[in-house]
């Protein structure tokens, strides 16, 4: 092992340790505010990137069932990363609404947020698109199959992780 595998590891330890010191001090969502290109996307066997903000009425609705299909299929061991993609209109807004969410996202000013919504033909919020690693769209609008799944058991939604990152 070299000396710049040395510093690598070690950075990524001070990243670690650094996001888990946020999230205990610095509230709900601090660490998980990150760039398109971080780590744990990467990984990801499926990314849904959740376009969706806190003014809308329907994004309210789903955003409580999105965080309960995410956390049953993730504690199943079926790993699907989600992106919060914001459309608020400030960082406070975005911040405020993303404490009842338990994945990651992007800045409301992130310049990604046009590039990734146009990408994925976004026109109206909320809007769940789905992608393996890679890039391949499995589901360019996920939002209807994560409804008819929530409420039933783990093992059907799993199987609608399951099939995204197949």
């Known amino acids: 092992m070299g000396l710049s595998d040395v510093i690598h590891k070690a ?12 999230s205990k001090l610095g509230g709900p969502g601090m660490g998980r505010v990150v760039d398109v290109s971080d780590k744990r996307l ?8 959740y376009f969706s903000a806190s003014w809308c009425p329907p994004c309210r609705q789903f955003t409580p069932q999105l965080a309960q299909f995410y956390n049953t ?33 992007l800045r409301h ?11 994925y033909g976004v026109s109206g919020i909320p ?26 058991s783990a093992s059907a939604q799993s199987a609608l992780a399951k099939r995204w990152a197949a």
């Open 11 to 22: 950075k990524d330890k001070v990243h670690h340790v650094k996001e888990k010191v946020e």
């Open 109 to 119: 000013d992130d310049a990604n947020v046009a590039v990734l919504k146009s990408q």
């Open 73 to 105: 299929v993730n504690a199943s061991g079926t790993q699907v990363e989600v992106l919060f993609v914001p459309s608020d209109r400030d960082e406070e807004s975005t911040e405020e609404y993303f404490k009842k969410m338990p994945w990651l996202r």
């Open 42 to 49: 990467a990984k990801a066997p499926a990314v849904a990137y």
């Open 127 to 152: 809007h769940l698109a789905v992608v393996r690693r890679g890039g391949q769209v499995v589901e360019a609008n996920a939002r209807g199959s994560v409804m008819a799944v929530v409420g039933q």
